[in-house]
């Protein structure tokens, strides 16, 4: 589009694929906030992409202030889109409309992933800082929608490496709920059952 034709700033912070071969990419670090697609046959960006900056600094469906983490969503073949600074995570069509948003707590979300279990859909978020700005970071679950369960490694477990949370993801293995979460700086992972 005109903003990277234009030579400005290119800082993805993620990238998912979709069954078509679609690789999604967030350029959360850099001013233009788009949500950009690839193809990786030819390894090559298309031509469409969608989201860009929030316009009036609040929330505004679709658009972002730092897209840090994109996640494809099997169930329903659409994408999770954490948007850090706003403190929420949006359900986004491939197509780049709105469908809903999760919020945060003030968690500050980099990323998050779903599973299917116990009938329910599980959303696990990882988050750079606690609620309201208060570090550290911690792991959120979410369910139907509304946060349930907050850990925090660093607190709640005495893993002190664990100040900001920068990924997290959720497995069911023989019927157990897995956490996988990783520790930004200076870079730690942990496995919770």
Known sequence: NEYYRGGKSFN?????????????????????KYVLTADLESMAYKPFYFGGPVPDGGRTPGRFSTNHGVTYDPEDGTL?????ERQWVQRLTLGGEFVEGYDTAGGNPCDADLVEWGGDQILVVG??????????????????????????PKTDLGLEAFQHIHNAVVVVVDGEL????????PGCYAVLQ
């Open 80 to 84: 999770l889109v954490a948007d850090r």
């Open 178 to 185: 897995y956490w996988l979460c990783y520790g930004f700086n």
């Open 12 to 32: 993805p912070t993620d990238a998912d694929i979709s069954p078509d071969g679609v690789l999604y990419v967030v350029d959360g670090y850099s001013p233009g």
């Open 127 to 152: 988050c750079r800082v606690g609620e309201a700005g208060a570090a550290p970071g911690g792991v959120q679950l979410l369910r139907d929608g509304e946060v349930v369960s907050t850990l925090r």
